[in-house]
Nanobody
Framework: QVQLVESGGARVQPGGSLRLSCKGS????????IGWFRQAPGKEREGIAC????????YYADSVKGRFTISRDRAKNMVYLRMNNVKPEDPAVYLC???????????????????????WGQGTQVTVPS
């Protein structure tokens, strides 16, 4: 049984910070490229960050670059997304995904697209006060 489970979604103020977690069950995440995606109401699913399996190279969408950080803890079979300086456009359901593909410097943009991923979590919601 393969599962990816996200956690850490919460209600945060603009300018606030949050760390999301992605935990693997039935698969060892260190053997997969991992991506973080988000989907807001009325919007397409957007790839925002990814990390390679081989050397933990990280790549980001322009919308979050400089604010979000993806990282991996191999011992815990976890991948994280640190969100700093949350903006009004950031609220969404955030999902992690695992890919059997090899993420390289020459193809990383493909790993910000859903088509590259084999396994998906169910998402964790990030909201802001209204």
């Amino acid at each position: 049984q393969v599962q990816l489970v996200e956690s850490g979604g919460a209600r945060v103020q603009p300018g606030g910070s949050l760390r999301l977690s992605c935990k693997g069950s039935g698969l060892t995440l260190e053997y997969y490229a991992i991506g973080w995606f988000r989907q807001a109401p009325g919007k397409e699913r957007e790839g925002i960050a990814c990390i390679s399996s081989s050397d933990d190279s990280t790549y980001y969408a322009d919308s979050v670059k400089g604010r979000f950080t993806i990282s991996r803890d191999r011992a815990k079979n976890m991948v994280y997304l640190r969100m700093n300086n949350v903006k009004p456009e950031d609220p969404a359901v955030y999902l992690c995904a695992a890919s059997r593909g090899e993420l390289l410097d020459g193809n990383w943009r493909q790993f910000l697209t859903p088509h590259e991923y084999d396994h998906w979590g169910q998402g964790t919601q990030v909201t802001v006060p209204s």
